[in-house]
């Protein structure tokens, strides 16, 4: 969500006993919770470094405010309710201009009847000249490629994935990204263990997926094994 709605009289009558620092840390919070559109962490750990807390004072403050107004619910989230409502109507409103614009979208207006003629008893208008009109001129279109701008969040996993191949269509793939979304943690921790696999690591590399793949698999969700599986031995009859 690039924006949500913010009662501002509703935040004031729960929020009057904050101080600076602990409105910051909640906002800060809410602002992470409604951009990835998905309940925060459960390991304040994560929580502080999303709100950018890093003194002493100010992870206090985001402890204080996960404790005040956020639940850890079963799913190992940290939820707000009006977070949740919020997100959840906007993922109604998604999915129904999602699905007008696969019924065609608003009608195209009719075009209208040249050459003076009545639709229903089509007849030539005798005050219309019939010689012909001069054809437009056609014009020259320039097409301008635009510049890609790429998120902080998307230019951190790319420098860290090892395949650099197509970046414009693993760009495309990270928008796409259904929700829940990752945190960058997350898909960084993955990174992490993946890249010391021996599929990863096997003839320099060549099997690492291509980012465009590894983003639509949503592959950061694989789970690395315990131990590699021991080779079958057939017992031998005595």
């Known amino acids: 969500m690039y924006k949500y709605d913010f009662h501002l009289r ?4 729960k929020t009057g006993h904050l101080d600076y620092l602990h409105h910051a840390a909640y906002r800060q919070l809410l602002d992470a919770y ?3 559109e998905r309940p925060l962490p459960g390991n304040p750990g994560l929580c502080h470094r999303l709100a950018g807390a890093f003194s002493d004072d100010e992870r ?4 204080a405010v996960l404790k005040e107004f956020f639940v850890l619910a079963a799913d190992g989230l940290f939820h707000n309710k009006m977070a949740d409502e919020q997100i959840a109507k906007y993922m109604q409103f ?3 201009q999602r699905e007008n614009g696969k019924k065609g979208g608003r009608p195209s207006k009719p075009n209208g009847i040249p050459n003076g003629l009545d639709s229903a008893n089509p007849k030539p208008n005798p005050n219309e000249s019939l010689s012909p009109s001069p054809s437009p001129t056609k014009k020259r279109t320039t097409f301008v490629r635009k510049a890609v701008a790429y998120s902080d969040e998307f230019m951190v ?3 860290r994935y090892p395949r650099k191949e197509s970046k414009a269509k693993a760009w495309e793939a990270w928008e796409r990204i259904a929700p829940p979304k990752p945190f960058i943690d997350e898909l960084l921790a993955a990174i992490e263990w993946q890249s010391k696999s021996d599929k990863w690591v096997k003839d320099g ?3 690492v997926p291509m980012p465009t793949t590894y983003l639509n698999g949503r592959k950061w969700e694989d789970k690395p094994m315990s131990m590699e599986a021991a080779p079958y031995v057939p017992k031998l009859s005595i």
Do not use: H
Not at 10 to 13: E, G, N, P, T, V
């Open 10 to 13: 509703d935040y004031r009558s």
């Open 34 to 36: 409604y951009d990835s």
């Open 60 to 63: 206090e403050a985001v402890n």
């Open 94 to 96: 998604v999915v129904s």
């Open 157 to 159: 996993w790319w420098n």
């Open 205 to 207: 590399g060549q099997y």
